[in-house]
C-alpha cells in the first residue's frame, strides 16, 4: 500500500469537507445541539475529505495492530494511543501520514474552536490528546456507561464502516444508543431501560456529545455482521476525547468537583458498590423447640418431605452432603449438576424453548439479528424489564399476588407452564425453611436474610455489570436453566461426546451470558482484560455420574461416592490473556458458564467483582436462573 501525501499545514481547513467552518453550519450546528435529545449532542454528516478519509482506513487496516479486549462492559479490538504517533521515527510516520493529519486537524485549535462555538464546553485541550481507531467485528458491543473520567469534556465518534462503498445496514447492527435519564428516589438521575434515539454508522460521519456525569448515557449496539465467509463488514471507527485545557494551555482552570452537584455521580462511581435489598427470614423458620441446624445434624423428615418435592433426591442423601459439605469448606464455591426432581426439569426445559419461542427470542425468529428492547415483556407477558442499564439490564418476574402451595403435594400442576414453575422455584423454594436448612447443612453457614429472582436474560440485550459490597460477605446461590445448545452433540451412556468432537456455544463462552467472579482491580481507568473462552470437558461426565447415583438409588444401593466430581474443576476456570495465552491467576476467581439445571454455591467475600457477561445476540435462546443471596452468619455448636 502506498499512503496519499497529505502535505502538513498550518490551516487544516482543507483536509475537512467543504462548508464545515461555515458560519450559518456552525449555527446550524449549535442550534440543533441545544435542543437535542435525550441529551446534547450533534452530528455532522461529512467531516473530512473522502480522499484523506479513504487513506486513513487503508492505513488503519494495513500498519496498525488491534488487540481484542473483553471486559464486563465491553468487546471490541482497539489499536493503542494514537497520540504516541508523535514519538514514532520518519520511516514509521511515512507509513501513518494520513492518520497523523487526521489526528492533528482533530486536535488543531481550528477545530476545537469549532467545537467549543457549538457545544459552549468551553476551553480544550490541544496538548492532551486522546483518540485510538475501534474495530466492532461480529459479537463486540459497548454497554451503558457516561464516559466521565477525569478531565474529558466532549466525546467523539468518526465513523468508517467497512465496506465503505455501500450504506451500513441496520439489521447489522454497531448503532449508538442514547438513553433518557430519570430521577431516582434520592435525587440521582439513571437511564431508562430502552435508547431513546439510535445513530447507525455511515461513513465519514462524526458524532459529538458533551459529557456530562450522570447525564450523557450511551451504548453500542452489539455488531452481528463479519464472521467468516462474509465481506469484511466491520464498524470501524476512530473515537475519543477533547479534554478540558491542561496547566500552561490557555484558559486553563484547575479542576474541582465543587462546582458538580451531588446527585451528578458518574455511571464510574455509581457501580463501586452495590447493597442488596435482602429480606427478613420469618420468625418461625424452624419447627418449634428447633434451632438452626447444625453442620453435621441431619435434615429433619418435615425438611425432606418439602425439599424432595423439588430437588435430585441424590442432593437429600446424608453422605451426599456430608461429602458436599467438606468441598464446599475446602473450596469455598461448588456446582452441582442435575439439581431438580427429573419431572420438574423436563417440563422446565421444554416449557423455556417454548417461552422463546413464543417471544421470538430463538435463533429460528431472530436469525442471529439483536432482538426489539422490548421483546418478551408485553402486556401479556409475565416478564419485565429490571435496570437502571449502566448497571443491570434483564427481566424479571412481574409481582403477583398468589398463596403459596408449599407442602401440598403435588406441588406442580398439570397444567402449569414455565413461567409458574420458575416462581415456584423463586417464591417457595429458595427462601423456604427447609432450604434454608439444607444450606446450613452443605456450607456451614446460617442464612440470615435473603433476596431471591428469577431472571431471564434475552440475546442481545442484557447484562450485569460488575460491582460488590463493600463490607459484608454473602453467598451466592444461582440455579442454571438455560436450556442446552440446540445443536448440541449427543453424549454416549459413558458421558464421552460422540467422535470427540469439541463443543460449541455457551460451553465456550462465545454466546456470554458466563458468571464471573475477580478480585478488585483498583483505581485504574480500565479494569483487568479478560476473555473467558474456556471448555468444560467434565459436564457430561458429571452428569452422567448422577445419573448412575440416580440409578443407585432406585435399585436401592449406595451412593458411588467416587462418583461425585460436581465442582468446577481448575482447567475449567481457566482463563485465556488477551492474545490466546493462559491468562495470570488473579484475572479470574471464577468463571461458570450457563447451563441447564445446575445449582451454583458461591462464597462471595466483601470486595469482590461479580457479574453476569453480557449475552450475545449469536446466542441461540435466553439465559435462564433463579438467583439468591444470602447474608450469612456463622454456625457453631453452643447457644451462640
Known amino acids: 500500500m502506498n499512503p496519499i501525501s497529505f502535505p502538513v499545514l498550518a490551516d487544516p481547513t482543507p483536509y475537512f469537507a467543504p462548508g464545515v467552518f461555515d458560519d450559518l ?13 435525550p441529551f ?50 520518519s520511516e ?53 456507561h457516561d464516559d466521565s473520567i477525569d478531565s474529558r469534556r466532549v466525546s467523539y465518534i468518526l465513523y468508517m464502516p467497512l465496506p465503505n462503498y455501500q450504506l451500513w445496514q441496520k439489521e447489522w447492527g454497531g448503532a449508538l444508543e442514547l438513553y433518557q435519564t430519570t430521577e431516582a428516589a434520592d435525587g440521582i438521575p439513571i437511564p431508562a431501560s430502552i435508547p431513546t434515539k439510535t445513530i447507525p454508522p455511515s461513513w465519514n460521519q462524526f458524532v459529538l456529545f458533551a459529557i456530562q456525569p450522570g447525564r450523557s448515557y450511551h451504548a453500542v449496539e452489539e455488531v452481528v455482521v463479519g464472521g467468516g465467509g462474509e465481506d469484511g463488514r466491520q464498524r470501524l471507527t476512530i473515537s475519543g476525547w477533547f479534554h478540558a485545557a491542561q496547566p500552561g494551555e490557555l484558559g486553563y482552570e484547575a479542576m474541582s468537583s465543587d462546582h458538580i452537584p451531588k446527585s451528578l455521580i458518574s455511571s464510574r462511581e455509581q457501580l463501586t458498590t452495590t447493597r442488596s435489598d435482602l429480606k427478613e427470614y420469618d420468625d418461625h423458620s424452624f419447627p418449634e423447640g428447633d434451632g438452626p441446624p447444625l453442620p ?37 464455591s461448588l456446582e452441582l449438576h442435575l439439581f431438580l426432581f427429573a419431572p420438574i426439569s423436563s417440563r422446565l426445559e421444554y416449557g423455556l424453548r417454548e417461552l422463546d419461542k413464543s417471544d421470538e427470542l430463538d435463533a429460528a425468529h431472530r436469525e442471529g439479528r439483536v432482538p426489539p428492547h422490548s421483546a418478551g415483556t408485553g402486556l401479556n407477558s409475565r416478564w419485565a424489564i429490571k435496570g437502571p442499564p449502566h448497571k443491570r439490564r434483564y427481566c424479571i418476574l412481574k409481582p403477583q399476588n398468589i398463596v403459596g402451595r408449599q407442602g401440598v403435594s403435588p406441588l406442580f400442576a398439570p397444567e402449569d407452564g414455565a413461567d409458574e414453575i420458575i416462581r415456584r422455584l423463586q417464591d417457595e423454594l429458595f427462601p423456604s425453611p427447609a432450604f434454608r436448612a439444607w444450606l446450613a447443612s452443605l456450607t456451614g453457614f446460617l442464612p440470615l436474610m435473603y433476596n431471591v429472582e428469577a431472571r431471564r436474560f434475552r440475546p442481545g440485550l442484557d447484562y450485569t455489570l460488575a460491582t460488590w459490597e463493600e463490607h459484608d460477605v454473602r453467598l451466592d446461590v444461582v440455579l442454571g436453566l438455560t436450556p442446552n445448545n440446540h445443536d448440541r452433540l449427543e453424549a454416549s451412556e459413558g458421558g464421552e461426546e460422540a467422535n470427540g468432537e469439541e463443543r460449541s456455544g455457551w460451553p465456550t463462552g462465545e454466546w456470554g451470558g458466563w458468571e464471573c467472579y475477580m478480585p478488585p482491580h483498583g483505581d485504574e481507568e480500565d479494569p483487568a482484560v479478560y476473555r473467558s473462552k474456556t471448555h468444560k470437558p467434565t459436564d457430561e461426565l458429571t452428569e452422567a455420574n448422577l445419573k448412575r447415583q440416580n ?20 482447567e475449567e476456570r481457566r482463563v485465556d490473556g488477551p492474545d490466546g495465552e493462559e491468562g495470570p491467576e488473579d484475572d479470574t476467581l471464577l468463571t461458570v458458564h450457563p447451563g441447564f439445571n445446575r445449582l451454583l454455591l458461591v462464597l462471595r467475600d466483601e470486595s469482590v467483582m461479580h457479574f453476569v457477561k453480557y449475552v450475545s445476540a449469536a446466542a441461540p435462546s435466553s439465559r435462564w436462573d433463579v438467583c439468591a443471596e444470602y447474608a450469612i452468619g456463622m454456625v457453631e455448636a453452643d447457644d451462640s
Not at 494495513?62 to 488487540?67: G, P
Not at 488543531?108 to 481507531?133: A, E, H, W
Not at 440409578?551 to 481448575?570: F, R, V, W
Open 25 to 37: 453550519n456552525v449555527q446550524r450546528l449549535r442550534m440543533a445541539y441545544q435542543s437535542s435529545r
Open 40 to 89: 446534547k449532542h450533534a452530528i455532522v454528516p461529512k467531516l473530512f475529505q473522502d480522499d484523506l478519509l479513504q487513506a486513513v482506513k487503508d492505513e488503519c487496516l494495513a500498519e496498525l495492530n488491534f488487540t481484542e479486549k473483553e471486559t464486563d462492559i465491553y468487546k471490541v479490538n482497539q489499536t493503542g494511543d494514537l497520540a504516541s504517533l508523535s514519538f514514532l521515527n
Open 92 to 144: 514509521q510516520i511515512a507509513l501513518l501520514s494520513s492518520l497523523l493529519t487526521l489526528r492533528d486537524s482533530l486536535y488543531s485549535f481550528k477545530f476545537r474552536t469549532f467545537l467549543r462555538n457549538v457545544t459552549g464546553c468551553g476551553p480544550l485541550s490541544g496538548i492532551k490528546q486522546d483518540m485510538s481507531v475501534t474495530s466492532y467485528k461480529k459479537g463486540c458491543h459497548l454497554l451503558n
Open 296 to 332: 453435621d445434624s441431619p435434615l429433619s423428615d418435615q425438611h425432606i418431605s418439602f425439599l424432595s418435592q423439588f430437588l435430585n433426591p441424590v442432593y437429600l442423601q446424608p453422605q451426599t452432603i456430608k461429602a458436599l459439605a467438606s468441598r464446599f469448606e475446602a473450596e469455598s
Open 551 to 570: 440409578q443407585a438409588l432406585d435399585n436401592g444401593g449406595e451412593i458411588p461416592m467416587n462418583l461425585s466430581p460436581m465442582h468446577t474443576s481448575d
